[in-house]
């Protein structure tokens, strides 16, 4: 793929995901993302495509939560999922995670909405997709990015052990057979939207159950206080 779309990654991830570059599927993807390129907005920016494997290296993945979608307003959307840049207003699932981890660990609400403190910890955030046009929620669904993401789950499940994989709705849930729950813990919950919060995301307590698991494995527990 030309830079604009494929930008660089993680030396890591590049090695275990080569073949999924190669495929006949990431080929008609990209001719895709031209096309949608030359007529239409599309988020994030080519170069923060893949900014969830750059900032979260293969070899240091210890959580994963996964998203769906990337978000389809100006400026939110920059590789992480859930994540927005500091400064962008934070979007109301956001806004219902930071109430958990206030409920959970005590932490102050942030200003920003900003998650790359997590990624540098270990924490990837990946999205199912990982592009959207402008505005237009799920518009880029079904071209080839799940089928490149459902490698990347599959990938850690096979290839490293005691990884904790945050599933929020019915969507991610839908993923948990990609991965083996014999060497990896799974925390299943309903999604941080208005509209399924209340029906037991809100009291989950997953951020401390996450860093239980971690710190049982003799692994560094994640630090989820955002400032700013």
């Not at 590789?79 to 995670?97: I, Q, R």
Request: aromatic content about 10%; glycine content about 8%; charged content about 20%.
């Amino acid at each position: 793929m030309d830079e604009k779309i494929n930008p660089t990654m993680d030396e890591g991830w590049k090695a275990v995901l080569q073949l999924e570059f190669e495929k006949e599927y990431f080929r008609k993807l990209k001719q895709f993302l031209v096309v949608e390129r030359a007529h239409n907005v599309v988020y994030p920016p080519g170069p923060l495509i893949f900014s969830a494997f750059n900032f979260t290296p293969f070899n240091e993945v210890k959580v994963v939560i996964l998203g769906q979608d990337p978000y389809h307003g100006p400026g939110q959307a920059h590789g992480l999922s859930f994540s927005v840049p500091t400064g962008v207003p934070k979007p109301p699932s956001l806004l219902n995670m930071f109430k958990e981890l206030k409920a959970d660990l005590g932490y102050a609400i942030p200003g920003s909405g900003n998650l790359e403190k997590w990624a540098n910890q270990g924490v990837l955030l990946l999205n199912a997709t990982l592009t959207v046009r402008a505005h237009t929620a799920g518009s880029h669904q079904k071209q080839g990015w799940e089928q490149f993401t459902d490698a990347v789950i599959r990938t850690i499940s096979q290839q490293k052990e005691g990884v904790v994989f945050l599933l929020w709705g019915a969507y991610a849930q839908a993923k948990e057979v990609l991965i083996d729950s014999s060497k990896h813990h799974i925390l299943k919950a309903p999604h941080p939207s208005p509209l399924s919060a209340s029906r037991g995301f809100l009291g989950c307590r997953h951020f401390s159950k996450t860093n239980e698991l971690l710190q049982y494995q003799g692994l560094s527990a994640i630090n989820w206080k955002i400032e700013g």
